[in-house]
């Protein structure tokens, strides 16, 4: 296992690659993959990615906006790519992408994404737990990791757990623009 910098963890070291076949008890009267047996995967590669990197269990806290793009047939191919972007407190931000293509490899398109928070679940005391950080490396994570904590804000809003007054982050990027 790759040695991890004592100030917290790269995001390579948590991420989860996940491939199904669509078969036919996954599919909707249609033939097409049924939405729900696919945000059941995305959950699962994103719990496996957030339990490696807070070496903990999780719970799902919340799940942002899913769209769905194009149908997934039967007999299609996907792949869930799992990466954490953020650590909070005791949460952690997990971005899944979703593609999808046949079997041979044909048709590959992107099909969907989406943003999930885990909260790391002390095994003794059933409680939320500290999560260790997140070292973001490449372009990508670090811009990830940087809009992560907006994103968060936004998220509690709706959630009714923040004032709209005491999101900071969001308050700052909006002063930003005027
Ligand atoms: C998620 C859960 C552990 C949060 O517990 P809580 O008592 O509300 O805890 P807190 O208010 O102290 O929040 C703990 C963390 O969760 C985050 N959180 C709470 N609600 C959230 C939401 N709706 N969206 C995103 N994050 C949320 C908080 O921001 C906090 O993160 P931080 O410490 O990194 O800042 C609790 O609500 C729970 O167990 N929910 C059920 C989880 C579950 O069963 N999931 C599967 C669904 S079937």
Redesign the pocket.
Known sequence: MQEQPKEGKLVSYSKTIMTEMIMPNDTNPMGNLMGGYLMRWMDIACAVCAARHCESQV????VDHISFHEPIRLGDVITLNAQVTRA????VEIFVEVSASDITGANPRQSNHAYF?F?A?DRNTGH?MK?PPVIPITNEEKKQFEVASRR?EL??IL?G?LKPENAQELRNFFTDFK
């Open positions: 719970a799902t806290a919340s909070f407190n005791t949460s928070t909260v679940i939320p999560v968060r998220r509690l959630a757990k």
